[in-house]
Each structure stands twice: as structure tokens, then as C-alpha cells.
């Protein structure tokens, strides 16, 4: 008989050291757990450090990107002649100018806040320029890049400047404008049309076809851009309309396609126009290097200079006053009668501390300072077929009545212009209604200026409103008549706005 062997059930439900495992496995677990959250700890430590030097890396970046712009915009404000940021000199540094490759702007000092930064340009045109900036700490880069463009909102600045406007529109005509064109429109309604051209006018050229090579040997030359491969002229032209709409009918255009070869820039540098373009051709006949979409960017930095605004000189007296005051002023009425019908057989003679005019009977006018023409109109009048006076000097002249230019107003000799220059301006109205006549300075009326026969105008013109006529007149802006205004011109104080779109990377 087989025994089997007898199991004690007491033995089997024997458990100890089982919690003695156990413990080992709750201990493991717990170490396990505390290894990964330390691991999580450290690592969001480190990535919060690192994100903090990414803050600190990008303000320093932002750092940086201010110094570039404020000496961008100091190279204009500080600019003797003509400014601009492709002149190989940049607030005094001798850098750039590259339209293909950034280059480093030659900080002494870029340290800050534990870090430093480092500042680049690339040249897009003479006013145009992306910067690039690059704040590093603790091995941590952000980079910043913003493109920067410098407008000149003075009236001055522009082949045409406009005010409030006035039955509807601002421009109507058939024009040829070689230059900026700046219309506010503040007076218009919503669909009311700012500017309406049609025949064969170009609302804006930027070059200088079609001007006579007489007239253009007496103005500098056009700085020139690289554009396309090529180094062109240009006027840098651009349209700028708050309000109101542009209508384009028949041939007129804004600019002109880009032909390769030549030594112009056809196309204008941009348009900014809110309410879009209309007439037969619209946005069609626009040939610009932005969008026809864009909009007009300036908000409400730019304001009309009026008569009645306070001088910038004096704040506390308006700008006649200021102008009055510092004038030659002339009241007696029979002054007033010669200064009404001058005409090139002339001669005459008004001087005082403030201020000089005369004629020397032989069509030569000589003017400096201000002449403040108090009660009277001023107007330059054909004698027979001698419609020409030559001017010297530099001087503003003021007149409370209207203004009648009717013959040819030039310089005398290669470059004459603007170093000799003369201002007109008037409260009232002024007009240019002689045909196939040259007229050279600038002229502001407040109320409306009139050109109605085939002029050519070099320089600026201001005022509220324009009534261009049907027998194409031109106008050619001259960019150095802004740094070389007569004295006492309203709005004549420098004005250079600088739009920045901002992009990171």
C-alpha cells in the first residue's frame, strides 16, 4: 500500500515575505514616478529658461530694430540736398547701399541686458529699406525684420498737393504730372471722385520725358536707382489719396509699363489710394510697384497748411501774421497798381530790411526775403509778344488778392533752379492761363489754382483745388525745391513720416 505524503493546508496559506516584495514593488513604483517627475521638473525648468532667454532674445532683438530705424530716419532729417538711403551714407556711417545682400550696420556698442544684437540692411530704392535685427543671449537667437519706408508729407515734397476739394472732385483735367501727387480730399463725400482725368493725361510720371531739354539743363539731374537690373532716373513718384476716388478715362494713366533698356523708371514707386480708381480704364491703367489695392497709409499725420493755421515759428500768431510781420510790406496804392500790371518792360524797384522786388525794365526780376502785398493782386502780364521774365534771388512773395502768372517765370542758366527760387502764395486764387508758357517755384493757393492753356510748370503747386483745363498742361516736380524753399513758405517746415510693417524671423 502507497502512502501519499500529507500536505498541511496551513503551509500553503504561509505568506511571509510577500509584503517585504510587495514594499520592493511600491518602492520601485515610487521611484519610478518621483525619476519622472523630476525628469518633467528639469525639463520644463529648462524650457521655461529657455523661453525666457527666447523673451529676453526677441526684446533685445526689438532693441535693436529701433536703433536702425531711428538712424534711418535721422539720415533725412540731418540731410543736406537730397536725402536718401542709397547715397552710401547713413547718418554719417559709410555702409550700403545692397539690393541683394544684407549688410551689418557698424554698431561700436550692441550690449544689452545680458546680451547684444546685431542690425542689418538690405536697399530696396532710395526710401526703402528692410532691417534686420538679431538679439542673442545665452546661445538663444530671435530675429526681427521690418520694412521701413520714409515719406515726405510735406506739401512741398510733390509735383501737386490738395487740400479739402471742392464741387465733388479735387483734379479734373487733362494733365501731364511728372511727380508725387497728394490729395486729401477732406471736403468730399463718400463717392465723390478726387481726381478725374481722361484724354491723354498721366496722373502720375516718374521720370522726366516730355520736359523740354532747355528746362531740364536749368534743374539737376534725377537721382538714379537700381530697378530691374537697371540704374534708372527717377522722380521716386508715388500717389497718395485719402479720399475720394480716381477715375481714369481715355489714355490717361498712372505711371507707364516698364520698358527695359532705357534709362527712366517707368513705373510709379506705389499708390495709396482708399476709395479706388474708376472711368473707362479704372485700376487698369495703373502700372505701380504695390498693389492698386492698397490704401491710403498716412491716417491723419497730414493736415492742409491754411493761412489762418499757427506759425510753426510762433504758435501763438497765425501763419499770415508770421509772414506779415517779417515781410517788406507793401500797401501804398500805387505800389500796389505796379505790382498788379507788372509785365517785362517793368521796372521798379520795393526793398526794405525783410524783403526786396524789382524790375529793371529789360524782363529781369530780382527778389529776396518776403514781400507782403497787402491789398492788392500780383500779377506777371505779357507786354505784346514779350511774354518772358528772368528771375534771381531766392524770396517769397505774398499777395492778399488773386494771383495771374501769364508768362514765361525762369532761372537763367544751367542748374539755376532751385538755387534761385521764387514762392507765391495767395489766400485767394491763382492762375496760369497764357499759352505754351515755361513757369519755374512754388505756389500755393489757398482757395484754387486754374492752368488752362499748355503750361509747363517746374516746381510744386498747393491748394485746395485744381481746375487743369482741356490743353494738357505739365507739371514737373523738382526734388530739391524741398530743401531749398524760399523763406516763409506755409507748410515749408520738414516733415518725414516713416511707415514700419513688422515681421518676426
Excluded: C
Excluded at 530705424?69 to 532729417?77: E, G, K, T
Excluded at 521716386?236 to 520698358?259: I, P, W, Y
Excluded at 509785365?343 to 526780376?365: E, H, Q, V
Excluded at 530780382?366 to 518772358?388: A, P, Q
Amino acid at each position: 500500500m502507497i502512502k501519499m505524503p500529507i500536505i498541511s493546508f496551513s503551509k500553503l496559506r504561509n505568506q511571509r515575505g510577500s509584503a517585504l516584495l510587495f514594499s520592493y514593488l511600491v518602492i520601485v513604483a515610487i521611484l519610478g514616478i518621483g525619476s519622472a517627475f523630476m525628469l518633467l521638473s528639469v525639463n520644463e525648468s529648462q524650457t521655461a529658461e529657455r523661453h525666457r532667454l527666447a523673451t529676453v532674445a526677441f526684446h533685445i532683438a526689438e532693441a535693436g530694430v529701433e536703433r536702425g530705424l531711428y538712424d534711418l530716419r535721422q539720415d533725412f532729417v540731418n540731410a543736406i540736398g537730397t536725402p536718401s538711403w542709397a547715397d552710401s551714407d547713413i547718418n554719417s556711417m559709410a555702409i550700403g547701399p545692397d539690393t541683394s545682400n544684407y549688410y551689418t550696420v557698424p554698431y561700436g556698442t550692441t550690449t544689452l541686458n545680458g546680451g547684444s544684437y546685431t542690425v542689418e540692411f538690405l536697399n530696396v530704392g532710395t526710401r526703402d529699406m528692410w532691417v534686420r535685427s538679431t538679439g542673442t543671449i545665452g546661445g538663444v537667437s530671435q530675429s526681427i525684420r521690418v520694412y521701413a519706408k520714409i515719406v515726405d508729407i510735406s506739401p512741398w515734397g510733390n509735383a501737386i498737393f490738395g487740400g479739402g476739394g471742392a464741387s465733388g472732385t479735387m483734379v479734373n483735367g487733362n494733365v501731364d504730372i511728372r511727380g508725387s501727387v497728394h490729395i486729401l480730399g477732406d471736403n468730399l463725400l463718400p463717392g465723390d471722385v478726387a481726381i478725374d482725368l481722361g484724354g491723354t493725361a498721366q496722373l502720375v510720371g516718374n521720370n522726366y520725358t516730355g520736359l523740354n531739354a532747355t528746362l531740364q539743363a536749368k534743374v539737376p539731374a534725377l537721382p538714379t536707382v537700381n530697378f530691374n537690373g537697371e540704374i534708372v532716373e527717377t522722380l521716386n513718384a508715388e500717389l497718395r489719396v485719402k479720399q475720394g476716388s480716381v477715375g481714369l478715362s481715355g489714355s490717361a494713366t498712372v505711371g507707364e509699363a516698364d520698358v527695359a533698356g532705357n534709362n527712366v523708371k517707368e513705373t510709379v514707386d506705389g499708390v495709396y489710394v482708399t476709395d479706388g480708381y474708376g472711368g473707362t480704364q479704372g485700376s487698369g491703367a495703373v502700372y505701380s510697384d504695390n498693389s492698386v489695392t492698397t490704401a491710403y497709409d498716412l491716417g491723419d499725420a497730414v493736415k492742409f497748411p491754411r493761412f489762418s493755421d499757427p506759425s510753426p515759428y510762433n504758435t501763438s500768431i497765425t501763419n499770415q501774421q508770421y509772414l506779415y510781420n517779417n515781410a517788406l510790406v507793401i500797401s501804398n496804392s500805387s505800389d500796389l497798381t505796379t505790382l498788379a500790371n507788372i509785365n517785362p518792360s517793368s521796372s521798379f524797384s520795393f526793398s526794405g530790411p525783410n524783403g526786396s522786388i524789382s524790375m529793371d525794365g529789360s524782363g529781369n526780376m530780382t527778389v529776396s526775403g518776403i514781400v507782403y502785398i497787402d491789398g492788392g493782386e500780383f500779377n506777371l502780364l505779357k507786354n505784346g509778344s514779350d511774354k518772358t521774365i528772368t528771375y534771381t534771388g531766392t524770396g517769397s512773395i505774398v499777395a492778399t488778392g488773386d494771383v495771374h502768372v501769364n508768362v514765361n517765370l525762369v532761372t537763367n542758366g544751367a542748374n539755376s533752379f532751385p538755387n534761385n527760387i521764387v514762392g507765391i502764395m495767395t489766400p485767394q486764387n491763382m492762375d496760369f492761363n497764357e499759352a505754351n508758357i515755361d513757369v519755374m517755384g512754388v505756389f500755393y493757393a489757398e482757395n484754387t489754382i486754374s492752368v488752362q492753356k499748355q503750361t509747363d510748370i517746374l516746381g510744386t503747386i498747393v491748394s485746395d483745388y485744381f481746375d487743369m483745363g482741356t490743353n494738357v498742361p505739365s507739371i514737373f516736380q523738382v526734388p530739391d525745391t524741398a530743401n531749398n524753399l524760399p523763406p516763409g513758405m506755409i507748410g515749408s517746415n520738414a516733415l518725414w513720416y516713416m511707415v514700419v510693417a513688422w515681421l518676426k524671423g
